[in-house]
T-cell receptor, first 113, second 115 residues
Framework: GDSVTQMEGPVTLSEEAFLTINCTYTATGYPSLFWYVQYPGEGLQLLLKATKADDKGSNKGFEATYRKETTSFHLEKGSVQVSDSAVYFCALLPYNQGGKLIFGQGTELSVKP | KAGVTQTPRYLIKTRGQQVTLSCSPISGHRSVSWYQQTPGQGLQFLFEYFSETQRNKGNFPGRFSGRQFSNSRSEMNVSTLELGDSALYLC??????????????FGQGTRLTVV
């Protein structure tokens, strides 16, 4: 079945460091891909999305490119801030199967000043 | 535009009791999905409702049920609560068009503690 695999955390970085969180997926057809972020005590916030191969999603300095050949959707940011500390979830939405999102296990990011 | 609203935010229940959680989606959204989040299992899909009909269902026992009303508001019910049902329950709303997939927006969740 469809699945998402993320790199394990926690990831600890210094402020202004470069961030990469790896995400690979297994799916039939053409899923849509998403990154969500969860701050402590809150729900999930949509960070960015991509709906077809080679699409690049971007928001708040974060970017991810939908790579069908490597079935990947890695999250990157050039310079992280303390306020980026949160848990990041990669997710896929299978095509033509309604609204059922499949999530990776989440990667906790901690940014130190 | 108001976001997804879940009530209540926190609940404490006793084993064996039942509980009902509520979710009001974003205006115009017809799909509501429910997820259970626990430290051990992560985010697991419970079910999805679209236009008052259950469209998808996850692998949860029959104690977990839901429904959707004509105004798209949704409720989920858990009967005969077990300690393992303690979790953050998240609701998500989306336009819900299968052939034109769009992003889902989440509420802040209901934190259920079973004692």
């Amino acid at each position: 079945g469809d699945s998402v695999t993320q790199m394990e955390g926690p990831v600890t970085l210094s402020e202004e460091a470069f961030l990469t969180i790896n995400c690979t997926y297994t799916a039939t057809g053409y899923p849509s891909l998403f990154w969500y972020v969860q701050y402590p005590g809150e729900g999930l916030q949509l960070l960015l999305k991509a709906t077809k191969a080679d699409d690049k999603g971007s928001n708040k300095g974060f970017e991810a490119t939908y790579r069908k050949e490597t079935t990947s959707f890695h999250l990157e940011k050039g310079s992280v801030q303390v306020s980026d500390s949160a848990v990041y979830f990669c997710a896929l939405l299978p095509y033509n199967q309604g609204g059922k999102l499949i999530f990776g296990q989440g990667t906790e990011l901690s940014v130190k000043p | 535009k108001a976001g997804v609203t879940q009530t209540p935010r926190y609940l404490i229940k006793t084993r064996g009791q039942q509980v009902t959680l509520s979710c009001s989606p974003i205006s115009g959204h017809r799909s509501v999905s429910w997820y259970q989040q626990t430290p051990g299992q992560g985010l697991q899909f419970l079910f999805e409702y679209f236009s008052e009909t259950q469209r998808n269902k996850g692998n949860f026992p029959g104690r977990f049920s839901g429904r959707q009303f004509s105004n798209s508001r949704s409720e989920m019910n858990v009967s005969t609560l077990e300690l393992g049902d303690s979790a953050l329950y998240l609701c998500a709303s989306s336009l819900g068009q299968s052939q034109a997939p769009t992003e889902a927006f989440f509420g802040q969740g209901t934190r259920l503690t079973v004692v």
